[in-house]
């Protein structure tokens, strides 16, 4: 933000210009001129303080995968996957540090990857403060964290360091360069040279994050195959579900309240006026407009899945609406900022019906995700990356990426087709990127036997052969001690 000036040569003819008008005009001036660089200084440190506050709430989500996942494996695998939560967090915070962030936004480079700010060298500038690696640091662990939930209660523990150590520090970072840094090749930021002359709009990873962390937890999970019993011989399904539905609503409720900081703080500030100073609209009113169609997104996937599912199964079933209304937060992610509310309605309805038929597509191929993760970031991320292709708002495109005249917008808004094709584009780099880098590590750890446990280990469980012991003690009273004696 540029600070107001004043100029005691032109003040001071306005004051008469007597013997004291130069001192007045001086005086005046300077006065001024204070003010105006706290104006400065407050909002950098209202934007800045947005900013760490979204960042914390996103990684408040880290709690809520925490929780979700533990309440959908098996209690013997409990404190496993508590484990790989808490450690996609620190193994990513030390990676991304060191390179992953310079990978991502490293700026000026090249169109493929960063090379700036390695170990945040020349930390804060201009263009970066920490606040802001602080943000990014929580959307790459989100995407780790995604991976876990696709290979729990089965994988080895070193090979969830390996995998974790190699998405938050390369895989993820490539991928936020090209869509999110003003020098990726798809990026909508580019001065010049946009990709079909849109760039994608992906504004908080529908396809960076959730679709980058699916189809790495897709690899890991089909590599390393189903857990045992899951299929019979005839190859039917065999239900295994989660021990505590408790977790996955508190989980649920957890990663509700952080998108608030994923969708509504990718903003990244929120002091701007759109036009003309001193109105009641401005970046302000697109971040509560973000919180709102988050909000419907999630809404409409959830009672979608419920009444869906209840044809399907003849259940009320809590764990399936909630898995609902997370996918319909993941197909919204990428396109809030730039849809009415009444079309996020319309992305949670169509979510709740990918994930759906992803699930039941998984179960005909034996593909085995104990947590739906890969169906749900993978299959509601994709749809959410085209949803903002058909449904984005000349208006809202403008106001969030401007100065660029005639940019393309939603294809059903009128807008053409330029941004669409964008974001195919941008599906099937991410699908071919991650398929290869991640693809491959899992595959060599298979190789090296790195990756799945042994037979007797799994049907132990991962928390009394790998943790030294369960996540929950069980006292029961023994039945040959008497309650209570009866004394004659």
């Known amino acids: 933000m540029a600070a107001y000036t004043c100029s005691a040569t032109e003040l001071h003819p306005l004051l008469g210009g007597g013997a004291n008008a130069t001192a007045a005009a001086e005086y005046i001036c300077g006065r001024f001129e204070a003010i105006s660089n706290k104006l400065v200084d407050t909002t950098y440190a209202v934007d800045s303080t947005f900013l760490l506050f979204s960042a914390y709430l996103v990684f408040a ?7 979700l996942c533990a309440g959908s494996v098996r209690a013997k695998n409990t404190m496993n996957i508590m484990l790989t939560n808490v450690l996609d967090a620190a193994t990513g915070g030390i990676f991304f540090y060191v390179f992953g962030f310079a990978f991502a936004f490293g700026t000026p480079s090249n169109g493929f990857i960063g090379k700036h700010f390695f170990g945040l060298e020349k930390f804060p500038s201009s263009s970066f403060d920490y606040g802001y690696f602080l943000f990014q640091w929580a959307f790459a662990i989100a995407a780790a964290g995604i991976t876990s939930g696709s290979i729990a209660e089965r994988t080895q523990f070193v090979a969830y360091l390996i995998y974790s150590s190699v998405l938050t520090g390369l895989v993820y970072p490539v991928v936020a360069h090209w869509f999110w840094c003003s020098d990726g090749w798809g990026s909508a930021a580019r001065g010049e040279g946009l990709l079909f002359g849109s760039g994608v709009i992906d504004f908080a990873g529908s396809g960076v994050v ?5 189809v790495a937890g897709f690899w890991g999970a089909l590599i390393e195959g189903p857990r045992i019993g899951r299929f019979d011989h005839n190859g039917k399904a065999v239900p295994m579900k989660g021990h505590s539905g408790t977790l996955v609503v508190l989980g649920t409720f957890l990663l509700w309240f952080g998108w608030y ?6 903003f990244l500030n929120i002091l701007k006026a759109y036009g003309e100073s001193g109105s009641y609209y401005g970046q302000w009113s697109a971040v509560g407009r973000t919180a709102v169609t988050t909000t419907l997104a999630g809404c409409s996937a959830a009672l979608t899945t419920l009444f869906a599912k209840r044809l399907q199964t003849g259940h009320w079933n809590v764990t399936d609406v909630c898995n609902g209304l997370l996918g319909g937060f993941a197909a919204i992610t990428g396109g809030c900022a730039v849809v009415d509310p009444w079309a996020a309605i319309i992305c949670g309805f169509v979510a709740a019906w990918v994930l759906i038929g992803f699930n039941l597509l998984a179960e005909k191929l034996k593909y085995d995700d104990p947590l739906e993760a890969a169906q749900l970031h993978g299959g509601c991320g994709t749809w959410g990356i085209i949803f903002t292709a058909l449904f984005a708002k000349k208006e ?3 106001e969030v990426y401007p100065g660029l005249a005639n940019r393309p917008y939603g294809l059903f808004m009128g807008g053409g087709g330029r941004l669409l094709a964008a974001h195919v584009v941008q599906i099937l780099s991410i699908i071919g990127w991650v398929s290869v ?3 491959a590590v899992f595959f060599m750890l298979f190789k090296l036997e790195l990756l799945r446990t042994s037979h007797d280990e799994e049907m132990a469980g991962l928390d009394l052969t790998s943790h030294g012991g369960m996540a929950y003690e069980y006292h029961e009273k023994d039945e040959r001690k008497p309650v209570f004696e009866v004394t004659v």
């Open 210 to 214: 959730h679709l980058v962390g699916a």
């Open 437 to 439: 880098t991640i693809g």
């Open 261 to 266: 900081g994923f969708n509504p703080g990718s």
């Open 61 to 67: 989500m880290q709690l809520g995968f925490a929780m």
């Open 396 to 398: 809202y495109v403008n």
